[in-house]
């Protein structure tokens, strides 16, 4: 791995590093201050030797990892050893004493409390491109279609609608192929998304997969994910439709990240079954696990039975009508409940006056017969509570590909299946700034939908499971050294004269 920041990179707003020059007191480092404004570190002299234009170039780089990882640490909140003295467990460690929050959360928020947050959904068709090519080419002229990918990915995570990569990215997708290692998928995210950013957490179930990036300072702020799984049905031995849900905390912020694939369909029956499958996510869920067991299994009456075995549905293929349901919805518990995935959701309208409005650009005609929105007007139902960004896209679903120009099916109506709504409590204060699909991208008869938010995060206590720093070494090991070899490739590079050699070795390596 390398301590590089390479030209034409979007940069990563409040990264736990930066290449500005700190000022910094002296009695606080005075050390680690004077060493990154030593010239010699900056300053290149030539050597009476000769050297290779590679040996000056790993030397220059070397030296600009070595500034960089000083003036980082002299941006560090120093532990002062008298403190450290107090053996008290709660100094220097991720739970803080209450004097301390600001200071944490300001240190990662130089610029206020505001968590930008990307959400991704994409119903992949089992797009078998999307693992075949997962792999590294051994030459350039064989590396095309591992670009391609990579170019789709980084439209989809990496949109040129921002200006900085978001703090926390979630990727939500539907019909994986459930042939491939899922690692690789992770993986492939792990090396589009950069290493600025590590893999969280994951859930997979059946075709579906919920991948959480964190920027990887703010790890050390989180309490331990808990998860759940809402089955609906199954097709044959393969498990097609369910509610994948991770719940977490950072800082005094709670959060509740959805991936659903409903029922598909567009008849009565259909309508009925993505109804059923919307309520049972909110009435089914077993976890936030505090606030299960404080306001759900006391009314139920369920003893000391555990809560996975009490609320969570058995592995069958019927439907839940049968499984345990409650009134009370679980998700009210969190501050901040985002959820994306593949909802079905359909026009009640021909499939000519769609195909005519689209060509209008009229979205807001079809989206007054939109299903989703019709259920949005029924107050008191569980759909009121929820918020959409507007939709200035066409419908998302189904695509013919057969062909290149973005055709839809002729005998499906075109609709907007793929969704990413949220909720909030009224001292959350979260905003989503951007909703669009992404047009480029072709492998599958779904459009890729993606959702930016701003999220003013909470100060306050960690209270539950810290998760220590926890995130998924392999992925992010894996996913660093298949950046590199491609790098040292060109693949993926826009202009490849402005291409750094890759070194086989790195002198510093640095993770905090």
């Not at 049972?280 to 299994?297: A, D, M």
């Not at 006391?298 to 293929?317: C, V």
């Not at 959701?345 to 807001?364: I, S, W």
């Not at 973005?406 to 499906?412: E, I, L, P, S």
Request: proline share 4%; aromatic share 8%.
């Amino acid at each position: 791995m390398k301590n590089e920041t390479e030209e034409g990179q979007p940069r990563v707003r409040g990264a736990s590093f930066s290449l500005e020059p700190v000022d910094e007191e002296p009695e606080t480092n005075t050390t680690s201050a004077e060493l990154a404004q030593d010239n010699s570190l900056l300053n290149h002299h030539a050597s009476p030797h000769p050297h290779t234009s590679i040996n000056t170039t790993q030397q220059r780089s070397r030296r600009r990892s070595s500034v960089s990882i000083l003036q980082a640490l002299a941006h560090t909140q120093l532990l002062a050893t008298h403190d450290a003295r107090k053996r008290n467990f709660l100094v220097g460690s991720g739970r803080q004493v209450p004097e301390n929050v600001m200071n944490d959360i300001s240190s990662c928020f130089p610029n206020g409390r505001l968590l930008t947050i990307m959400v991704a959904t994409w119903n992949t068709g089992e797009a078998s491109q999307l693992y075949e090519q997962n792999f590294t080419p051994t030459a350039r002229d064989t590396a095309k279609p591992k670009e391609r990918m990579l170019d789709d990915m980084c439209d989809i995570l990496l949109p040129t609608f921002l200006d900085y990569v978001s703090d926390l990215i979630v990727v939500c997708t539907q019909e994986t192929s459930v042939t491939k290692n899922k690692t690789d998928w992770e993986v492939l995210l792990q090396e589009v998304i950069g290493p600025v950013h590590v893999l969280f957490h994951s859930l997979q179930f059946g075709t579906l997969s919920l991948c959480i990036f964190l920027r990887r300072d703010l790890i050390w702020y989180c309490t331990e994910p808990e998860e759940d799984i809402i089955k609906f049905r199954a097709v044959g031995p393969v498990r097609t439709k369910a509610s994948l849900v991770i719940t977490f905390n950072m800082f005094g912020t709670s959060f509740m990240i959805i991936n659903s694939h409903f029922e598909s369909g567009e008849n009565h029956e259909h309508r009925s079954g993505r109804q059923l499958n919307f309520q049972n996510t909110l009435g089914k869920l077993s976890i936030p696990h505090e606030f299960v067991q404080k306001n759900l299994l006391p009314s139920q009456s369920l003893g000391n039975f555990p809560i996975a075995e009490s609320l969570k549905q058995a592995d069958s293929i019927a439907s839940l009508d049968s499984a345990l349901s409650t009134d009370v919805d679980a998700a009210q518990a969190c501050d901040c409940v985002l959820w994306a995935g593949d909802m079905n959701f359909r026009v009640d309208m021909p499939n000519q006056d769609v195909l005519a409005l689209c060509k209008e650009n009229n979205y807001a005609e079809i989206l007054r017969k939109d299903e989703f929105r019709m259920l949005q007007q029924k107050a008191g139902d569980r759909y009121f509570g929820f918020k959409e960004a507007e939709i200035t896209f066409p419908p998302t679903y189904k695509f013919d590909l057969r062909y290149h120009d973005d055709t839809y099916a002729k005998n499906r109506t075109p609709s907007y299946t793929d969704r990413i709504i949220y909720r909030d409590k009224p001292t959350s204060q979260i905003q989503c700034t951007q909703y669009q699909s992404v047009q480029t991208v072709k492998h599958s008869d779904h459009k890729p939908v993606v959702a930016h938010f701003n999220l003013k995060l909470k100060p306050g206590l960690h209270k539950g499971n810290l998760a220590y720093g926890k995130f998924n070494h392999e992925v992010y090991k894996r996913g660093c050294e298949q950046r590199e070899r491609h790098h040292s490739l060109g693949v993926g590079i826009v202009n490849d004269a402005r291409r750094r050699t890759a070194h086989s070795k790195s002198s510093v390596c640095v993770l905090q």
